[in-house]
């Protein structure tokens, strides 16, 4: 019997002629990786002299991160390493320090002098690094430093390190609140920044530490409208979202006056005699009252919607919902239309980008109905849509049936009602009796579709179309006796309680 070959122990050695290499690579996981000699080769590694050696151990210690891996272990190691002199070898380490600095906080707190010194290093780069770590040690005693630090940052000549320092100010305020007050000088100092890189990391600092110092943005409105084009899509959306509260608090609803309109004109409309009466009696309070006058958009008003209307041609599914969201609130009727080209361009990406936008248009037809109707049909209902997308476009579908495509939308759903979803078959139920109860003209027609299901084998179909029919017939109970009389004739057999419930009702 052959005595089986013994695995070298020397580390990094090598297998045999077409045999498999076992535990070469640490960040592998090798099967026969003993836990007390774990990552001593790269712990040697990191120990040597030699900046090459340090930046593979480096190298395979960030690829473990970016594989999930848990490294935390060699931070000991890897910390001493931060004074590095080789530029390479330095980014690295910080890239790991920012990963485990909020772990491991105690051994981050040995090595902040270093991090300190990497402040003033000339590399752009690695000073927001260090910035980027210190903020991470979330440790109370630091916070002077910590202030000290974004300060000098927030004055950098590098927009890069700006935008850490504008990173950096959240974390400062969820440590210590008190320091809210020096925080503002900063975002005051950056929010005049007229860089593109800066712009949308101040504003989300803005929105986390004091949303309510809206005057911090009067002298900055105009500046952030005008850079929004050239922002990160990060920062478009937090901008825009943010620049939406702004307009809405701050300039004229153009909807609200057009409300007042549409009501002054159906008043004139449909007057009574009695109107008529009254306003004889107040045509002297009427002549006292001051004028209405017109309605005329603010310039800086149309700055914001003009320079955020190509941002609808985004590939960025969020920057186009945030870009719809600003003109909803704030476009006049006229122009709110251009919003519905783009969300329907959005239907075309995945399930959930559909979803989300999905429950947007759903919301907006309730109350501005026509700028979809031009677009009906690209709300049909596929057989491969998953059922929650296939609900939502119900819903949409029903909101915009009026008298004119009413035939066309009752013919979708007949269609949908042969659906092997039951769940999307009492939907659709659902979905026709509203539309009957919105429009007077069909309801005898829904009714009489709705009775025939009353013959489907599905007890969950006859189950939700006797609940319809019920609140059909609540509404016009003496013109439907045959109904009624259909309904008492149904067979008893049918074991579904809510159905019962509704058959005993119309009983």
Known sequence: MSAAPAYSEDKGGSAGPGEPEYG???????????????????????????????????????????RGKNASDLFPAVVKNVACKNIEVKKLVYVYLVRYAEEQQDLALL????FQRGLKDPNQL?????????????????????MLAIKE????????????AAHAIPKLYSLDSDQKDQLIEVIEKLLADKTTLVAGSVVMAFEEVCPERIDLIHKNYRKLCNLLIDVEEWGQVVIISMLTRYARTQFLSPTQNESLLEENAEKAFYGSEEDEAKGAGSEETAAAAPARKPYIMDPDHRLLLRNTKPLLQSRSAAVVMAVAQLYFHLAPKAEVGVIAKALVRLLRSHSEVQYVVLQNVATMSIKRR??????????????????QIKILKLEVLTNLANETNIPTVLREFQTYIRSMDKDFVAATIQAIGRCATNIGRVRDTCLNGLVQLLSNRDELVVAESVVVIKKLLQMQPAQHGEIIKH????????QVFRWEEERHWTM
């Not at 090595?111 to 270093?114: G, K, M, V, Y």
């Not at 927001?128 to 979330?138: C, E, F, H, K, Q």
């Open 153 to 164: 940052a927030a004055s950098d000549m590098s927009p890069y390190v700006r935008k850490t």
């Open 370 to 387: 026509g700028m979809f109707e031009p677009y009906l049909k690209s709300f049909y209902i596929r057989s491969t849509d998953p059922t």
């Open 126 to 146: 690695i000073r927001a690094s260090a910035l980027r770590v210190l903020s991470s040690i979330r440790v109370p005693i630091i916070v002077p430093i910590m």
């Open 24 to 66: 070469h690579d640490p960040a592998s996981g090798g099967i026969f990786s003993s836990d007390y000699k774990r990552h001593d080769d790269l712990k040697e590694m990191l120990d040597t002299n030699k900046d090459s050696l340090k930046l593979e151990a480096m190298k395979r210690i960030v690829a473990m991160i970016a």
């Open 111 to 114: 090595s902040i002098s270093t």
């Open 487 to 494: 309904l008492a004739k149904l067979t008893d057999n049918i």
